[in-house]
């Protein structure tokens, strides 16, 4: 005869182990391989901004990358070249963003910038053009603020008594 607690004890051992059997079958990560082959990639852009001068924007851009692994981290080095149009300003930034892809979208960007003002910006002239550079940080998934120092060119007279410009702006993506 055939007793009904041994296949019940069997299934219920059977549950009890087969989580720990997983986890032992993970590797640790100092145990595995480091990836050490550099991938490139060209990937589009977006973001979507608000704050001063531009009031409000929509960048889009490509970026240019690479991925690799190296002393048990991931690392990548990307470059960008996008346009950003937006109600009373716009922009065309080409810059280098460290990290960001890998990471969670955590990292930053430094840029250099050309600005255009028109249609009442805030804190700045209209129709004037500033070139400068511009620092962006994402904490997490690429959302954050940025920072910009610009000098006006290509003007001058009374009209222009403000020639420098600091920036400020919060969004996401580039």
């Keep these: 005869m055939m007793n009904w607690k041994t296949p019940a004890m069997l299934l219920v051992t059977a549950a009890l ?6 986890l032992s079958a993970q590797q640790c990560r100092s145990c595995v391989e480091e990836d050490t082959v550099r ?4 990937v589009p852009e977006f973001g979507f901004r608000v704050g001063a001068p531009q009031k409000a924007s929509a960048a889009l851009g490509v970026v240019v990358g690479q991925d690799w692994q190296a002393d048990g ?4 080095h990307n470059l960008g070249l996008f346009v950003e149009p937006g109600l009373s300003a716009g922009r065309a930034s080409f810059g280098y963003i460290d ?6 979208g955590s990292g930053f960007m430094v840029a250099a910038t050309a600005l255009r003002t028109w ?15 511009e620092a962006t940080l994402w904490p997490i998934v690429f959302i954050g603020p940025r920072v ?6 290509g003007t001058t007279g009374a009209g222009l008594a403000k020639r420098w410009l600091v920036t400020f702006d919060f969004g996401f993506g580039l």
């Design 17 to 22: 182990f087969s989580p720990l059997a997983a």
């Design 39 to 42: 991938r490139t990639y060209v």
């Design 73 to 76: 981290r991931d690392h990548s």
């Design 99 to 104: 990290k960001g892809f890998g990471n969670f």
């Design 119 to 133: 249609n009442d910006p805030w804190w700045a002239k209209e129709n004037v053009t500033y070139v400068g550079g």
């Design 148 to 153: 910009g120092v610009f000098r006006a060119i």
